[in-house]
Nanobody, 125 residues
């Protein structure tokens, strides 16, 4: 599957953005979809995941209550709605997918086999 991430940009603290992850080559409905983020010199950190089996969602503590992951099967696209953005949310955001990942590995970037390119989110204070 090929993933194309988009929607990043510059926003003031407290603002909102919606990232999109468009898939081709495979339907996302049969895959677990996740978002990770990375800042220069640091590892790629888990942000959110939507498990393939249904509508179960998982979030990093730092974004819980502010970010929402979703999927539109008709558009074969996943989304990350981000509100109340903070300067510390500034990062390159990556979407990822896997058809075989198990629940206990959701937060591990190495468990995903398909990645989109990063989309940069910059939150100014």
């Amino acid at each position: 599957v090929q993933l194309q991430a988009s929607g990043g940009g510059l926003v003031q603290a407290g603002g909102s953005l919606r990232l999109a992850c468009a898939a081709s080559g495979r339907t996302l409905s049969s895959s677990t979809v996740a978002w990770f983020r990375q800042t220069p010199g640091k590892e790629r950190d888990f942000v959110a995941a939507l498990f393939r089996s249904g509508y179960n969602t998982y979030y990093a503590d730092a974004v819980k209550g502010r970010f929402t992951i979703s999927r539109d099967n008709t558009k074969n696209t996943a989304y990350l709605q981000m509100i109340s953005l903070k300067p510390e949310d500034t990062a390159a955001y990556y979407c990822a997918s896997s058809r075989t990942i198990i629940l206990s590995s959701l937060r591990q970037s190495s468990a995903y086999d398909s990645w989109g390119q990063g989309t940069l989110v910059t939150v100014s204070s």
